[in-house]
């Protein structure tokens, strides 16, 4: 492992591939880097800060969840093109926060906010409404709503199994195939 220094970024947000680093400082620029750390150009969101970010396998496209529930899919090689936006996700309580975003595939994108009892699948490809929701518990069995999500698998063979913890410390699966 080597330091590489980046200065005036203290990144709050931030999602790594080998071949693309992407970051925030919880405003509306990501800044861009290469597997060798070599900056790109940033994108720049427009309206609210960034939330969370994650990196499309093959690193061809970025999304971003910014803090009012917005989703959009940015192009890496072209920064400065109009983001497809996707359904927004409400918040379940102001501030709240979002679980976790992340591809499971290629195209294939789970968004979840902090507190909610489900996890939403979007087709990166198909604007608008979710493909697929995850299943809502009980009340009984997730009070506490959700506090992050996970996906097992890798990049190339991508990944059918998603985990979600909630706040009770309970562990849900869902299996996307």
């Known amino acids: 492992m080597r330091r590489q220094p980046v ?24 800044r861009l880097f290469s597997g060798q750390l070599a900056r790109l150009p940033p994108i720049r969101t427009r309206g609210k800060p960034v939330e969370a970010l994650a990196i499309e396998p093959g690193a061809e ?9 917005q989703v959009s899919i940015y192009s890496v090689m072209d ?7 996707l359904r927004r996700l409400h918040p379940v309580e102001e501030g709240a926060g ?4 992340l591809f499971l595939t290629a195209g294939r994108l789970v968004v979840a906010m902090r507190g909610d009892e489900s996890a939403v699948m979007f087709d990166a490809e198909v604007r608008g409404m979710p493909v ?3 299943l809502r518990p009980s009340m009984a069995t997730c009070e506490a709503g959700l506090l992050t999500v ?7 063979s991508g990944s059918e199994t998603l985990f979600a913890l ?3 410390g309970r562990a849900r699966v869902w299996d996307v195939r």
């Not at 496209?61 to 529930?69: E, I, P, S």
């Not at 920064?79 to 936006?85: A, K």
């Open 150 to 156: 996970a996906a097992l698998g890798s990049a190339t």
């Open 79 to 85: 920064p400065e093109s109009m983001p497809s936006r």
């Open 166 to 168: 909630d706040g009770a």
């Open 132 to 134: 697929a929701e995850s």
């Open 98 to 101: 979002v679980a976790g975003v």
């Open 7 to 30: 200065p005036g970024l203290p990144a709050t947000v931030l999602d790594a591939t080998a071949d693309l680093v992407a970051a925030s400082r919880r405003d509306t620029e990501v």
């Open 61 to 69: 496209r970025l999304a971003v969840v910014t803090t009012d529930g």
